[in-house]
């Protein structure tokens, strides 16, 4: 990998294009619009080609060029990287010819997506000099912040609704977090949040932080253009909470196409969320340009935001590049999480089940053509929201240790089924 060298340039208003120091701060002191990383892509081209990545290692950081660090990155270097699976037998049952799974259910370390972002808020909040990082968060994002906090001996504040599932809780105390669970939801815990960053001087890595933290979500996009052989596919599903990952999959996109990594080619977006938190899905629906804050009532909680931060920008890049939005009900959630299970042997979580339910919807009104090829954005892992499913998916049948008993119980099925 090339020497230290920064690639990024400032940080700039998304609204009026004022620039700001590559300080830990998020927000335009003119008109409060979100700020975003600019980067010197004349340098980068030189630097970031097929040929140097041929040999870099197989983790998010292959992309170190556009990711808002200055040095090497110190923390969450073996994240990304995850697999891309064809997934032949769903793309059967879906009724589309070609069909991929970008697997982040099994991202390395804390099973989410949240990796990526959360190793690109720590690596900066480290150069920035800070000793303390927090989050306001929907479960994953405390899970990851806990553990990467811990692999690299930060201090770490997490904030949650009180009433997530168990499997995250425990997996963000099992790591020595200080985890506050806010009796609230989201929105509040998020408000709650941006007070507590503005009087401690803490790195959040969602609030002060968010222009670095959220670039980390582009390597999703970089890993599926190099894992398709250098293709941006033509659609892409990807589930919203506050609508950055979705954004920064169009940015991660883009940024290929413009370095000349990949050949232009149409590309849509299509947002999923789920029917009982669904502002952003709702406008566009609506062909709204602006979202209805909602109070959330979902099995997706990790989806759970009913005033996103980004939800304006999702809106923008779905109507943008031509895709549509949908959402799913709980039950059609737990007939997603069960059809990607019994068709590829992953068990997502249950945004995962949104996302998948959301693709079976678009490809079956032909919004997604049957005979175009897609990627499905699998985000976080089934064993962290068992709560979800229990009760749903069948109980093991009891027999003695008897041989009998079991050809009995056998017998019987093959009769039930013939
Ligand atoms: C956080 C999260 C998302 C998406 O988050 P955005 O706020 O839209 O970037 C998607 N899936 C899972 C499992 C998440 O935890
Ligand atoms: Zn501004």
């Not at 970008?102 to 959360?118: G, H, Q, T």
């Not at 553990?147 to 201090?155: D, I, P, Q, T, Y």
């Amino acid at each position: 990998m090339q020497k230290t060298e920064s690639y990024m340039r400032a940080l700039r208003c998304r609204e009026c294009g004022r620039e700001y120091p590559l300080t830990a701060t998020h927000v335009c002191e003119f008109d409060f619009g979100p700020l975003e990383v600019v980067y010197d892509y004349d340098l980068i081209q030189r630097r970031l080609t097929r040929a140097a990545l041929a040999s870099r290692p197989q983790t998010m950081w292959r992309y170190r060029e556009l990711l808002p660090v200055v040095d090497e990155p110190t923390v969450g270097l073996q994240v990304g990287f995850t697999p891309l699976i064809k997934a032949d037998r769903l793309a059967r049952r879906l009724g589309i010819r070609e069909l991929w799974i970008k697997n982040d259910a099994v991202n390395y370390p804390s099973l989410s997506f949240k990796d990526r972002v959360v190793s690109v808020a720590l690596s900066r909040s480290r150069e920035l000099g800070f000793d303390t990082v927090a989050c306001a968060s929907t479960g994953n994002l405390a899970n990851s912040v806990a553990a990467n906090a811990a692999s690299a001996g930060l201090r770490a504040y997490v904030f949650i609704p009180s009433d997530l599932e168990q499997g995250k809780i425990l997996n963000s105390l099992i790591y020595g977090a200080r985890v506050i669970g806010i009796r609230g939801h989201y929105d509040e815990v998020n408000r709650l949040c941006a007070e507590i960053a503005g009087k401690f001087g803490w790195a959040f890595v969602n609030v002060n932080m968010r222009p670095y933290y959220a670039e980390g979500s582009k390597s999703m996009a970089f890993e599926i253009v190099e894992q398709l052989g250098w293709q941006v596919p033509k659609h892409t599903v990807v589930c919203m909470a506050s609508g950055s990952l979705l954004t920064k999959i169009r940015k991660g996109y883009e940024e290929f196409l413009k370095l000349g990594l990949a050949p232009e080619t149409e590309h849509r977006i299509h947002g999923a969320q789920a029917t009982g938190c669904s502002p952003i899905s709702t406008a566009h629906k609506a062909g709204l340009d602006f979202f209805k804050p909602v109070k959330p009532d979902t099995i997706a909680k990790s989806l759970a935001i009913g005033t996103p931060a980004d939800g304006f920008y999702a809106l923008k890049a779905i109507k943008e590049t031509g895709g549509a939005a949908e959402d799913v009900t709980d039950d059609e959630i737990r007939e997603g999480m069960r059809l990607l299970a019994e068709c590829e042997g992953i068990f997502a979580e249950t945004a995962g089940g949104v996302t998948v339910g959301v693709a079976k919807k678009l490809i079956a009104a032909g919004v997604i053509p049957a005979e175009d090829s897609a990627v499905l954005c699998i985000t976080g892992n089934g064993l962290k929201t068992l709560d979800a499913v229990t009760g749903c998916v069948g109980q093991p049948r009891e027999i003695k240790p008897s041989l009998r008993e079991f050809e009995a119980l056998v017998a019987n099925e093959e009769t039930v089924t013939a």
